[in-house]
Every structure is written in structure tokens, then in C-alpha cells.
């Protein structure tokens, strides 16, 4: 079932009212949006066909959970969002809520981007390599990337 746009906004800023103000720009906005409409078109919560990926922004247990959970620049974060969501900060649990929990699946897209010292490109090429650069994707699709670009800019114009 595809989300309409407003609860797509709705998501992402809920991800991020979850982490503060400081997490809060366009960019991000922009970036965490096309992210999700590549990974799982908004719509997908299990990564198909393997179902190793969960949520939309397809965060694996042991590669994006596990990083978010353990950078020096995301953990405490991490643990303050697990603790507002009753979510037990470990990544199986958390891998777990994702499936079902969006708002804490935002706030952990938001948080891998969180543990890239670069600024947040507005640059749809220089946007594609930060997406490949921080979710490292095992099969990226680069010829759906400006579709899902353009998506994510229309979706905050």
C-alpha cells in the first residue's frame, strides 16, 4: 500500500522531532526521502525477496542498526530515542521495531547520515554518493536514483 505524501513528511519529521532540532534541515529532509524511496519506495518494511532488511530506509541488524547503535556520534543519541520509543537499545530488538515502528526507523536513517562528518549534499549526483557512501547498498540501482531524487525535492519544494 503506497503512503501518500503527507505521512511521508509526516515520518521523516517525526524521526526527527525524536532527536532534536539540531537534526532538523532540508537536506536532511531531502536526502533521508530519496534514501527511502530507493530502499523501499515508502511502502516496503521487509527487504524483498531475502527479508534481511527492515523498515523503510532497509537497515540490516548487523550493518546500519548495529552502526547507529555504536558510533561515537550517534550512540547517545540512539539510546535516547530507544528509551522514548520502549525500545530496548540493542540491535536486535531495535532491528526488530523498525519493521513496524517508522518514526523509529526515521530516527535511525537520520542518525547513520549523523555519523558522516560531510555536510549533507543538496547535489543529486553528490547526494548519490553520500547514500553510497553511509548505507553501502549490496545492489544500489543507480538508474533509479534521479527518479527518486526528484521525488524526494518535489515531495519538499
Given at each position: 500500500?503506497?503512503?501518500?505524501?503527507?505521512?511521508?513528511?509526516?515520518?521523516?519529521?517525526?524521526?526527527?522531532?525524536?532527536?532534536?532540532?539540531?537534526?532538523?534541515?532540508?537536506?536532511?529532509?531531502i536526502i533521508?526521502?530519496?534514501?527511502?524511496f530507493?530502499e523501499?519506495?515508502?511502502e516496503?518494511?521487509k527487504?524483498?525477496?531475502?527479508g534481511?532488511?527492515?523498515?523503510l530506509?532497509?537497515?540490516?541488524?548487523?550493518?546500519?542498526?548495529k552502526?547507529?547503535?555504536?558510533?561515537?556520534?550517534s550512540?547517545?543519541?540512539?539510546?535516547?530515542?530507544?528509551?522514548?520509543?520502549?525500545?530496548?537499545?540493542?540491535?536486535?530488538?531495535?532491528?526488530?521495531a523498525?519493521?513496524?515502528?517508522?518514526?523509529?526507523?526515521?530516527?535511525?536513517?537520520?542518525l547513520?547520515?549523523?555519523?558522516?562528518?560531510?555536510?549533507?549534499?543538496?547535489?543529486?549526483?553528490?547526494?548519490?554518493?553520500y547514500?553510497?557512501?553511509?548505507?553501502r547498498?549490496?545492489?544500489?540501482?543507480?538508474?533509479?536514483w534521479?527518479?527518486?531524487?526528484?521525488l524526494?525535492?518535489?515531495?519538499?519544494?
Open positions: 500500500m503506497q503512503v501518500p505524501d503527507t505521512q511521508k513528511k509526516s515520518i521523516i519529521q517525526n524521526g526527527i522531532n525524536l532527536l532534536g532540532v539540531r537534526f532538523d534541515s532540508r537536506a536532511a529532509k533521508m526521502a530519496a534514501i527511502a530507493q523501499s519506495n515508502f516496503f518494511r527487504q524483498i525477496p531475502s534481511i532488511a527492515r523498515g530506509w532497509q537497515f540490516e541488524r548487523g550493518g546500519g542498526v552502526g547507529v547503535l555504536s558510533h561515537h556520534s550512540k547517545e543519541h540512539a539510546l535516547k530515542v530507544c528509551e522514548k520509543e520502549m525500545v530496548k537499545p540493542v540491535a536486535q530488538d531495535v532491528y526488530l523498525i519493521t513496524t515502528n517508522d518514526d523509529l526507523a526515521a530516527a535511525f536513517a537520520r547513520l547520515l549523523w555519523t558522516d562528518p560531510r555536510p549533507i549534499p543538496l547535489d543529486e549526483k553528490q547526494a548519490w554518493d547514500y553510497i557512501r553511509n548505507w547498498p549490496g545492489k544500489p540501482h543507480e538508474d533509479r534521479a527518479n527518486n531524487w526528484r524526494a525535492n518535489e515531495l519538499y519544494c
